[in-house]
């Protein structure tokens, strides 16, 4: 399989996380967002939403959208599992999941910072604020819903990672960058911390890609 992805990519980041917890070894290929790579006719054959990641398996079907590739390597490569046995505990985590990568994420990406700045005239400082908002926004919320849940373990559900804490760790690197102040936010700093000292996730932050760039 092949993994086309951006190493500032926090859809890239939660599917790399994927595979190292499950021991799968991909072919990695880049596509460098800033610079527009993402909108050649080549890629967009593939991916015709024009984002990453996208996954080419080896019988050459496509698959994009972060959330659906997770869903698939689960399917297919069901141990270690990343979500839980239980229906309501399996609804639970994707709906943590969505936090990030439905509430948050879409709406404080590359592409919306970039538009704000060219069709809005906002500048930087603009443009960071809105998407300190949308984070803290969601990481509000998220932090209310695994405070004081029981079924909160060292992780967002219990003491595995889950597809929650896959779209959490990116987000909270997208934090830093927009300088959220984490504080606010103790549950998921306490979380974030324990994911990344695990080798699965340490391996596949932004700044270990080879694509990284200062």
Known sequence: MKLIGY??????????IALNLKGITVEHAFRHLRKGEQSTP?????????????????SGE???????????????????????KDPVGRARVRALALISAADIHP???LRVMAYLREKFDQSEEAAFAWSRHWI?????????????????????????????????????FNAGRFKVDMTRYPTLK?????????????????????????
């Open 136 to 172: 803290e926004t969601g990481f509000d919320a998220y932090e209310a819903s695994v405070a004081k849940d029981r079924r909160t373990g060292a992780f967002s559900h219990g003491d595995q990672p889950t597809i929650a804490d896959l779209c959490l760790v990116p987000q909270v």
């Open 42 to 58: 080549d890629y967009v054959a593939l991916n015709p939403q024009k984002l990453v990641p996208t996954m080419v398996l080896d």
């Open 107 to 109: 709406i404080q990406n």
């Open 62 to 84: 496509v698959l994009t959208q972060s959330l659906a590739i997770l869903e698939y390597l689960e399917e297919t490569h069901p141990e270690p599992s990343i979500l839980p």
């Open 190 to 214: 306490r979380i974030f911390d324990t994911c990344m000292k695990h080798p699965a996730f340490d391996a596949a932050q932004p700044s270990k890609q080879p694509d990284a760039e200062k």
């Open 7 to 16: 190493f500032r990519s926090s859809a890239a980041f939660r599917v790399r």
